[in-house]
T-cell receptor, first 112, second 115 residues
Framework: AQSVTQLDSQVPVFEEAPVELRCNYS??????LFWYVQYPNQGLQLLLK??????LVKGINGFEAEFNKSQTSFHLRKPSVHISDTAEYFC??????????FGPGTRLSVLP | DGGITQSPKYLFRKEGQNVTLSCEQN?????MYWYRQDPGQGLRLIYY???????QKGDIAEGYSVSREKKESFPLTVTSAQKNPTAFYLC??????????????FGDGTRLSIL
């Protein structure tokens, strides 16, 4: 079975600074990868997904992520964050339909 | 506007009482899911259903029950056997029979508390 690690439980960053949220996974098979965002007291919204093809994936709100198979990583990046990006971010992995697993989440706090 | 509707937004349960959380979707998705979210633990899968009249246990099914009589609806009952039910419950859905490989769409959640 696969697992997902998000090493940083909290990431504080100043407005307009770049940010990287880390995600590593373990799986014995090929996977699909996802990033979701959750604003307070709301459900999760899909930011972006990697299914196949180009390893650099662009999503909504200016976010992008890069799939690195050798390092089993799928880190999320944004070159310049806004106050409105303050939220919890979840990485998720699916092993082609057998399991869908979420990471524990990273709380991004954007400071003025 | 297609989406997933969860109700109620807040729910209180007395000791020994069963409560049912509603989840309705108009996305015409085959698969539906229930997750429990606790602080610092991410989402844990309770039950999922890939087709009407069929469902499977997730990682933490004990103390919960579900039904899937209609494609649009997947209610979750938190029974009195669930000793620590206080949590945020999220319902999700995804397209297709190969549902576990598809991105999931989420409702806005129900927050359950014990009185």
């Amino acid at each position: 079975a696969q697992s997902v690690t998000q090493l940083d439980s909290q990431v504080p960053v100043f407005e307009e600074a770049p940010v990287e949220l880390r995600c590593n996974y373990s799986s014995s098979v090929s996977v699909y990868l996802f990033w979701y965002v959750q604003y307070p007291n709301q459900g999760l919204q899909l930011l972006l997904k990697y299914l196949s093809g180009s390893t650099l994936v662009k999503g909504i709100n200016g976010f992008e992520a890069e799939f690195n198979k050798s390092q089993t990583s799928f880190h999320l990046r944004k070159p310049s964050v806004h106050i409105s990006d303050t939220a919890e971010y979840f990485c998720a992995v699916s092993d082609y339909g057998q399991n869908f697993v979420f990471g524990p989440g990273t709380r991004l706090s954007v400071l003025p | 506007d297609g989406g997933i509707t969860q109700s109620p937004k807040y729910l209180f349960r007395k000791e020994g009482q069963n409560v049912t959380l509603s989840c309705e979707q108009n996305l015409n998705h085959d698969a539906m899911y229930w997750y429990r979210q606790d602080p610092g633990q991410g989402l844990r899968l309770i039950y999922y259903s890939q087709i009407v009249n069929d469902f499977q246990k997730g990682d933490i099914a004990e103390g919960y029950s579900v039904s899937r009589e209609k494609k649009e609806s997947f209610p979750l009952t938190v029974t009195s056997a669930q000793k620590n039910p206080t949590a945020f419950y999220l319902c999700a859905s995804s397209m297709g029979r190969d549902a576990l490989s598809q991105p999931q769409h989420f409702g806005d959640g129900t927050r359950l508390s014990i009185l």
